[in-house]
């Protein structure tokens, strides 16, 4: 099969994307499904329209056009403000963007206008995480401006939490969302089409309140890649957390020393390593280093510890395990390790086989992919 690889288990992801849209359509929520953190990997953007998604959203325009060019048959949303320098391609693949910068829209105008087309917006608001987003005092002032624009339509306001400072999206701030849409259709005689409240961040504060407000859109990518929340990183009831896994292979196998020796300068990072000397020790290798994911995201199958890592080997403290060279290891992935894997060229990525009435299994057991295809060997 190859190693380094990632093994992609679509009914799993299937099974989560039915969940995650049912879960949220109980009060009122439509859900885009989000890409970035497959690479925007035509295949599963493929299983999520056929279980009910209808807005693919991802944050690069690259990955949009991949999977457009991939026949997606998909509503596409960027979900990061686009870049100046690629408003030409966002007007071409994408139908609604999320826009967080009034130079931008202006440029977006002016393009959408020139291919003869219109472009649906969603601002963003700033509500604490400080990342992107208008100041809310800021949007009524520009509005005026923003809806004389031909070539853009106004679909709605959003929002994003939990991201760059860990800021909650509790009652409080989606509260705050769903007064600020309702006091700008007042104050603009508009009405909006979409709340975007925010991303799987948000499932706290959807599973807290049965009053969601205004609030009518999520955009959710790791609860149905990973069958988790991020802020608790809590695994949602009824959805699988394995959809994917990570196998590397073993390069060395030896009984070696625990505790270095030598002169200690830095290391291949720059860090002054610091180890305890647990005598000698079960040690193996993998082929797999930093070029290939981040290595910090993996979680053995087996007991065994990861000690380290540089940029194309993997060394482990295999404890009481006899593991010979040759031998696969498969490893848990959480959300860093899944992003960088599909990332990266060197990582072979390998999708079971899409079953279109998959058997899911009531107790929550899980089962290994059965016929699996290697999509590609050296990109992704
Ligand atoms: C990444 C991202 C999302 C999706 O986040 P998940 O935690 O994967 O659900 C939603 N909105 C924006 C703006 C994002 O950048």
Not at 35 to 63: F, L, Q, Y
Not at 299 to 319: N, Y
Request: aromatic content about 4%; glycine content about 8%; some cysteine.
């Amino acid at each position: 099969m190859g190693t380094p690889r990632i093994e992609i288990n679509l009914n799993k992801i299937a099974h989560n994307v039915r969940t995650i849209i049912k879960l949220y359509a109980a009060k009122g929520i439509a859900v885009a499904g989000i890409t970035k953190g497959v690479c925007g990997n035509p295949t599963v953007a493929e299983v999520m329209v056929k279980n009910g998604i209808t807005i693919i959203g991802d944050s690069r325009i690259e990955n949009i056009c991949r999977m457009s060019q991939a026949g997606v048959a998909a509503q596409f949303m960027l979900i990061r403000s686009p870049l100046i320098s690629q408003l030409e391609a966002v007007i071409e693949h994408v139908h609604i963007s999320l826009n967080s910068d009034w130079s931008v829209i202006k440029k977006l105008s002016a393009i959408a206008l020139a291919h003869n087309t219109v472009h649906k917006i969603i601002l963003m608001v700033e509500m604490g995480d400080l990342r992107e987003g208008f100041m809310p005092r800021h949007i009524a002032s520009m509005l005026p401006d923003l809806l004389k624009l031909e070539g853009i339509k106004l679909e709605g306001i959003g929002t994003n939490l939990a991201c760059h400072s860990g800021i909650k999206p509790d009652v409080m701030k989606m509260d705050t969302l769903s007064d600020l849409a309702t006091d700008l259709e007042n104050q603009f005689d508009i009405k909006f089409n979409m709340i975007s409240g925010g991303s799987s961040a948000n499932h706290e504060w959807f599973n807290a309140t049965n009053d969601t407000g205004r609030i009518n859109h999520l955009r959710i990518g790791e609860s149905i890649m990973l069958g988790l929340e991020p802020v608790g990183r809590i695994p949602i009831v009824n959805l699988y957390t394995d959809a994917f896994s990570f196998v590397a292979e073993v390069i060395e196998s030896k009984v070696k020393p625990s505790l270095p020796y030598g002169d200690v300068g830095q290391d291949a990072f720059g860090h002054i390593p610091i180890f305890e000397d647990k005598g000698q020790m079960n040690r193996i290798i993998l082929g797999l280093g930093r070029q290939d994911l981040s290595i910090e995201g993996l979680t053995p199958q087996l007991e065994i510890d990861i000690l380290g890592a540089s940029s194309d080997h993997t060394i482990i403290d295999a404890k009481q395990l006899e593991i010979k060279t040759g031998k696969e290891l498969v490893f848990d992935m959480n959300y860093a390790a899944l992003l960088s894997a599909m990332t990266s060229p060197y990582v072979i990525k390998c999708l079971s086989k899409y079953d279109e009435r998959p058997r899911v299994l009531p107790n929550g057991r899980t089962e290994r992919p059965e016929a699996k295809i290697a999509e590609s060997q050296h990109s992704y």
